[in-house]
């Protein structure tokens, strides 16, 4: 059986066609007015540049400079993101994150977050968290500043009105310090640490 001379540049076609239909789309520049219906790049494709979201934009991974009032990464994000209303990442993140009302990223963090409510999920944080609120949920290790600042375990400074760490390798100052595993007392005013 003979084949056609065109059939090898058929598949040849085909096969890239479908290879690049299963690969993850990639974006230089993104501007949405509100996802997922009122944006350039798709939902779900990936933004290694500038995103700007006017009121809500959502993207699978983003790298680089990210501005919008409410900025969500469903996956990792690496840069600076900055909004007046949220910065939401489902993944990990590394960089800034800075929000005026709410910063989270349920993954491992690692940068400087800022927020009225700073927040990290389950993976761990390393850097400063410098929100009105920190919550870290499990390791953190750095500085935490603000009113209320709550981990699960603290290599570091927490400093601010109210500290709280189940297990603290480090110094807490503030009008109320609770470690669980203190040197001297669980709760202590000023000052409490654990070396």
């Not at 085909?14 to 350039?40: C, D, V, Y």
């Not at 993101?81 to 939401?88: D, K, Q, V």
């Not at 409510?117 to 850097?127: D, E, L, T, W």
């Not at 310090?177 to 040197?183: G, Q, R, V």
């Amino acid at each position: 059986m003979k084949f056609p001379k065109s059939l090898p540049s058929l598949l040849g076609a085909l096969a890239l066609a479908l290879s690049s239909a299963t690969a993850r789309a990639e974006s230089f520049f993104q501007f949405g007015f509100f996802a997922p219906e009122l944006q350039i790049v798709d939902a779900s494709d990936d933004v290694k540049g500038l995103r700007i979201d006017f009121v809500y934009g959502e993207n699978a991974n983003v790298s680089g400079l990210d501005l919008g009032v409410v900025n969500s990464t469903t996956g990792d994000f690496v840069g600076l993101g900055w909004a007046p209303g949220a910065n939401l990442v489902g993944g990990s993140a590394k960089g800034i994150q800075w929000s005026w009302l709410y910063s989270h990223t349920e993954g491992e963090f690692t940068g400087w977050q800022s927020g009225l409510v700073a927040r990290v999920g389950g993976a761990g944080s390393a850097g400063l968290q410098s929100g009105w609120i920190n919550l870290v949920e499990s390791d953190f290790t750095g500085v935490q500043f603000g009113l209320f600042n709550k981990a699960t375990q603290v290599h570091g400074l927490q400093l601010g009105f109210i500290n709280w760490a189940d297990r603290l390798d480090g110094l807490q100052i503030g009008l109320i310090n609770y470690a669980e595993n203190s040197d001297v007392y669980k709760v202590l005013p000023l000052v409490n640490w654990h070396f």
